[in-house]
């Protein structure tokens, strides 16, 4: 990407505002409402609040053109992290991590369907790198979460034998395997 590049999508980026704690203000997006597949009504775009922390959340629409979840079912789904017990909100990379043997786990802890590793959070507190991003926490179709996984980027390079560069960790399209210049025959 070149640095012109860079700044033009750095700048055409709207600015984050910070939510306040009275009442927001309505966008038209948030004004209508839709009935969800949940048989709930819902807005397209809201905020979800679990564990203390709020996050805005924007509903796709499924193929059907309708919305499978509300944003209260949504806000239901939300785990904590296993490690720092902050939330997981609904499309956030997640970890997977074992315990040591001796380690007790707290009782909001959310064991993955391997029946060892604990579902983690993607914050630099506790995960070691974005390298250990193992998948994505998602809705399913009974109304929970779960662990879409996917390899992470050191599964990745062990399968490989090589090197991997991934410039967004949220995009697996871009990830590359980088080729060992020691490993190349000798003339």
């Keep these: 990407m070149k640095i012109i590049d860079w ?18 203000e309505k966008t038209p997006e948030q004004e209508k409402t ?6 709930h009504t819902t807005f397209k775009k809201g905020l979800v609040q679990a564990f203390g922390e709020t996050s805005v959340c ?8 309708a ?3 509300c944003l209260e079912c949504i806000g239901k789904m939300i785990i904590q992290c296993a490690w720092c017990a902050k939330p997981i ?3 956030d990379p997640v970890t997977l991590y074992t315990p040591a043997a001796t380690k007790i786990m707290p009782p909001h802890a959310q064991l993955f369907e391997d029946g060892k590793s604990y579902v ?3 914050r630099t507190t506790c995960a070691d790198t974005g390298a250990d991003y193992s998948g994505t926490w998602l809705p399913n ?4 979460g779960y662990v879409k996984r996917y390899k992470s ?27 060992d210049p020691t490993d190349q025959p000798s003339k």
């Design 67 to 69: 919305f499978d979840w």
């Design 58 to 65: 924007t509903m796709p629409f499924n193929a059907q053109g």
């Design 153 to 179: 980027l050191i599964e990745i390079a062990m399968d490989a034998g090589k090197g991997v560069c991934a410039p967004d960790l949220t995009d697996r399209a871009t990830i590359h395997l980088i080729d």
């Design 34 to 39: 839709f009935l969800a597949l949940c048989g």
């Design 120 to 122: 983690g959070c993607g």
């Design 141 to 144: 179709e009974r109304g929970k």
């Design 89 to 91: 909100f609904i499309g």
């Design 7 to 24: 700044f033009r999508r750095l700048f055409s980026q709207t600015p984050v505002k910070p939510l306040s704690k009275t009442q927001p």
